[in-house]
């Protein structure tokens, strides 16, 4: 691979990897190291990837993904306490810290395969069908991930829910 073609490659794909790493193990640490070995992956003699069965970026998930469960399965211990996602809490900013760290927590806690599920789909924003290629599942299965990930968390974030106003 071209050294441009490469560093092109990673600027478009470096800051979305490392999100959906961050999201998967909760740790910078951890996410930067597991985006690197994706790209390590990609630099290997005989990497598998083939632009005419996959696009790239859902190859890349996918290597991220499997990183990740590769560490997961060699990890005796984990570390249960997150890395602060931001340096920053300000008094006025308190509730809304607390609901984020209540959100990041409960997403936490989401069985693996919900969790992969909502993160590839809520915050990195792939289409369904690219979500089932990265999992590889299919389309329905990812959509009943989603939605008893979604379940789960409205009943475990109940308590930080608006209360609704009476229409009497």
């Given amino acids: 691979m071209r050294e441009n073609a490469f560093l092109q490659l990673f600027?478009?794909?470096?800051?979305?990897?490392?999100?959906?790493?961050?999201?998967?193990?909760?740790?910078?640490?951890?996410?930067?190291?597991?985006?690197?070995?994706?790209?390590?992956?990609?630099?290997?003699?005989?990497?598998?990837?083939?632009?005419?069965?996959?696009?790239?970026?859902t190859y890349l998930y996918g290597v991220v993904r499997n990183q990740w469960l590769k560490r997961r399965r060699n990890s005796s211990?984990?570390?249960?306490?997150?890395?602060?996602?931001d340096g920053r809490s300000p008094e006025s900013d308190l509730l809304a810290s607390e609901v984020q760290d209540a959100i990041v927590e409960a997403i936490g806690t989401l069985p693996d395969t919900q969790r992969e599920a909502l993160i590839l789909a809520h915050y990195e924003q792939l289409p369904?069908?690219?979500?089932?290629?990265?999992?590889?599942?299919?389309?329905?299965?990812?959509?009943?991930?989603?939605?008893?990930?979604?379940?789960?968390?409205?009943?475990?974030?109940?308590?930080?829910?608006?209360?609704?106003?009476s229409t009497k």
């Fill in 11 to 57: 600027d478009d794909h470096h800051a979305a990897l490392f999100r959906f790493a961050y999201r998967l193990t909760n740790s910078s640490a951890d996410a930067e190291d597991i985006v690197q070995e994706c790209f390590l992956e990609i630099l290997r003699p005989g990497n598998s990837y083939d632009s005419r069965r996959t696009p790239v970026r």
């Fill in 77 to 85: 211990t984990a570390d249960p306490t997150p890395d602060p996602i």
């Fill in 128 to 165: 369904l069908a690219e979500i089932a290629r990265i999992l590889e599942i299919e389309v329905g299965a990812v959509k009943s991930r989603l939605e008893r990930a979604r379940a789960r968390l409205r009943e475990t974030l109940a308590a930080y829910a608006q209360p609704q106003r």
